[in-house]
């Protein structure tokens, strides 16, 4: 089975569950298989959520089947430095700061970093701080892309609402 024969499986679950699946992974390892299931909502998502979807995941028969019944299942949030599976996550992170992987070098380098400005359905552009102009990427062109939080930005948040 694919990706998206999972999804198949694993979203209407996760939207029983008041959630939307933010995406999914599956580590081929040695001994077992590791199935990773993200999910998020409006609200935000707590160890219930997790905990709730998981237990319902158990009870699809179709992923011990394809999976082998020796599998681990990992629920969590995408949390803070969240990857992105699709170009449309991207819409709500404009103006934040993005770090990612492409898959061939480009100008000589693979790692980039910076403002994301912009966004449609096939492409991204994000403004560097190290060049003055905006770099245009395809989506389907990027083996990793995750955002890039400012952490003093969040323990500023966090003091606040002590």
Same mark, same amino acid.
């Not at 990706?3 to 939307?20: F, L, M, S």
């Not at 011990?64 to 699709?86: A, C, H, I, M, Q």
């Given at each position: 089975?694919?990706?998206?024969?999972?999804?198949?499986?694993?979203?209407?679950?996760?939207?029983?569950?008041?959630?939307?699946?933010?995406?999914?992974?599956?580590?081929?390892?040695?001994?077992?298989?590791?199935?990773?299931?993200?999910?998020?909502?409006?609200?935000?998502?707590?160890?219930?959520?997790?905990?709730?979807?998981?237990?319902?995941?158990?009870?699809?028969?179709?992923?011990?089947?394809?999976?082998?019944?020796?599998?681990?299942?990992?629920?969590?949030?995408?949390?803070? +430095?969240?990857?992105? #599976?699709? &170009?449309?996550?991207? !819409?709500?992170?404009?103006? @934040?700061?993005?770090? %990612?992987?492409?898959?061939?070098?480009?100008?000589?380098?693979?790692?980039?970093?910076?403002?994301?400005?912009?966004? +449609?359905?096939?492409? #991204?552009? &994000?403004?560097?701080? !190290?060049?003055?102009?905006? @770099?245009?990427?395809? %989506?389907?062109?990027?083996?990793?892309?995750?955002?890039?939080?400012?952490?003093?930005?969040?323990?500023?948040?966090?003091?606040?609402?002590?």
């Amino acid at each position: 089975m694919n990706v998206e024969e999972y999804k198949n499986i694993i979203e209407p679950v996760v939207n029983r569950n008041n959630c939307i699946l933010w995406g999914i992974e599956i580590l081929r390892g040695k001994r077992r298989t590791t199935l990773r299931v993200f999910i998020d909502s409006q609200e935000g998502v707590d160890i219930n959520d997790c905990e709730n979807v998981s237990k319902d995941l158990n009870y699809e028969p179709i992923l011990d089947t394809t999976l082998g019944e020796d599998y681990v299942l990992e629920v969590s949030t995408p949390g803070v +430095d969240r990857k992105f #599976f699709n &170009i449309n996550q991207l !819409n709500d992170y404009i103006g @934040m700061e993005l770090e %990612f992987k492409t898959r061939e070098l480009i100008e000589g380098k693979r790692k980039f970093s910076g403002t994301l400005s912009e966004c +449609d359905d096939l492409c #991204f552009s &994000i403004k560097s701080m !190290n060049k003055p102009n905006i @770099m245009k990427f395809k %989506f389907t062109d990027i083996d990793l892309c995750k955002l890039k939080p400012n952490y003093n930005d969040l323990i500023k948040e966090y003091n606040h609402a002590k």
